[in-house]
């Protein structure tokens, strides 16, 4: 049985539960479904989610189906979940050059990916992906301080994902890295804060995008949190942290919060604005001791699910 105009199947289109929010009008396609590694403990999107690839009749069938739709007006589309390069790059490639068939338009190609995969993929495979048309990773550093990393699971070293980095922008792709304020505690700021800029330093990627830690149940650091072996860094700290790792940053990258999770929006190009974004930490940080109001909504924040 068929349903409404699209003539879907019973299973109707699928596509990926969690986007980045500057995807937010991209296409979005299903590759694979959840996390092949699924152990970070700050991290539950995909606790429930067993993880799959998904048979490629199925995505050519999603790709018409949205073909019907939005053929001339996709621009850009997103890949998911969480890690989809992951599947053979020929299989990738397929998928890649059925997009380009299907929506004539199409100027970017996106997807979230793990630098460990990037590190185990030969370059070639790397290259005819960005040839294919694959434009731009997503990907997770959190942070770059070695021990920071191995404590939440990440699963890649600082110098996986220097060499991941330097791969891929070798390749030809944009490289968007997303970092997690806070996610040292309340203890371990400062070397967050400075191994992540490191990392940052040597990689000179395309877009920083922060996000800010705030503990999901479901994940290991929640449950830290209520046994008392984590202690959450406070708003302040997670300011004076961002302000650390913006001093400390050598690189032409352009740096976004663009995420519901930040406390204060900070934004610019690097390293032109740096000192504008000083100054907005600086007054952020002045008037979180005066401003009650503030202060409650930095607090509003802290109860955020499904990030
Ligand atoms: S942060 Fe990314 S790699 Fe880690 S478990 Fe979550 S989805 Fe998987």
Not at 276 to 294: K, P, R
Request: net charge neutral; hydrophobic share 35%; glycine share 6%.
């Amino acid at each position: 049985m068929a349903i409404g105009r699209l003539r879907l199947k019973p299973r109707g289109y699928d596509f990926p539960p969690y986007r980045p929010p500057s995807e937010s009008s991209s296409l979005l396609l299903r590759v694979t479904r959840g996390c092949p590694w699924n152990r970070c403990t700050f991290c539950s999107l995909y606790k429930s989610i067993p993880f799959e690839r998904r048979p490629l009749e199925e995505i050519f069938e999603d790709i018409e189906a949205a073909r019907a739709l939005y053929r001339d007006e996709t621009r850009s589309v997103f890949i998911g979940d969480s890690n989809s390069i992951l599947i053979k790059t020929e299989d990738l490639v397929r998928i890649l050059t059925v997009l380009h068939q299907a929506f004539p338009n199409i100027e970017r190609i996106t997807s979230y990916a793990r630098a460990k995969t990037i590190c185990k993929k030969p370059p070639e495979d790397l290259r005819r992906l960005r040839e294919a048309g694959l434009t731009r990773l997503h990907v997770g550093l959190e942070t770059g301080d070695a021990e920071l990393l191995g404590s939440i699971h990440k699963g890649s070293t600082p110098e996986e994902m220097v060499t991941a980095g330097r791969k891929a922008k070798e390749a030809g792709f944009e490289y968007s890295l997303y970092v997690l304020l806070g996610i040292g505690g309340e203890e371990r700021w400062e070397q967050h804060a400075r191994g992540t800029a490191a990392v940052l330093n040597r990689i000179d990627p395309h877009f920083i995008r922060v996000r800010t830690f705030i503990p999901q149940p479901g994940s290991g650091l929640y449950d830290a949190i209520k046994a008392g072996t984590f202690k959450k860094a406070s708003h302040e700290t997670i300011l004076k942290e961002q302000q650390m790792l913006i001093e400390n940053l050598d690189v032409t990258s352009t740096y976004l919060s663009d995420h519901l999770s930040n406390y204060i929006p900070v934004n610019g190009k690097l390293p032109e604005d740096k000192h504008c974004m000083l100054d907005v930490l600086d007054e952020a940080l002045t008037a979180l001791h005066d401003d009650e109001t503030l202060r409650e909504r930095f607090s509003r924040k802290d109860s955020l699910r499904n990030l």
